[in-house]
C-alpha cells in the first residue's frame, strides 16, 4: 500500500491545520492507521492511532484535546485535525498502517507515508 500525507503548513500558535493520509493500492479499511511526528534532531513518536474499525482512538498525552484523528474508508483516507497547537507541535507528521493490536512504538507499522511539514511559528 502506498500511503501520501499533505495538508502541512506554516500557522500560528493557536491555530488549526487538518492533516490527510491517503492510501492506494490497498484499502485501508483492513489497517489501523497511525501518525507520528519527528521534530529536528528528535525521535520519531506517536501521536495518534485509529483502530481498523474506526472505533477506538489512541492519544499521546501531548496531544489529548487537540487533535482528533478519524476516517473515511469510502475515501481511503485518514485525517489528523490539530487544533490549538503550539510551538512544540513543530514537525515532520508522518502516518503509517499496521495490522498490530499495538500502535504506539515504530516497528509495528509495515507502511509509511513519505510525511507532510507542520511548522507553528508565530
Known amino acids: 500500500v502506498q500511503l501520501q500525507a499533505s495538508g502541512g503548513g506554516l500557522v500560528q500558535p493557536g491555530g488549526s491545520l487538518r492533516l490527510s493520509c491517503t492510501a492506494s493500492?490497498?484499502?485501508?479499511?483492513?489497517?489501523?492507521v497511525g501518525w507520528f511526528r519527528q521534530a529536528p534532531g528528535k525521535e520519531r513518536e506517536f501521536v495518534a492511532a485509529l483502530s481498523w474499525s474506526g472505533g477506538k482512538t489512541y492519544y499521546a498525552d501531548a496531544v489529548k484535546g487537540r487533535f482528533t484523528i478519524s476516517r473515511d474508508n469510502a475515501k481511503n483516507t485518514v485525517y489528523l485535525q490539530m487544533n490549538s497547537l503550539k510551538l512544540e507541535d513543530t514537525a515532520v507528521y508522518y502516518c503509517?498502517?499496521?495490522?498490530?493490536?499495538?500502535?504506539?512504538?515504530?516497528?509495528?507499522?509495515?507502511?509509511w507515508g513519505q510525511g507532510t511539514l507542520v511548522t507553528v511559528s508565530s
Open positions: 493500492g490497498r484499502t485501508f479499511s483492513s489497517y489501523a
Open positions: 503509517a498502517t499496521t495490522h498490530s493490536g499495538s500502535y504506539y512504538y515504530t516497528k509495528e507499522y509495515d507502511y
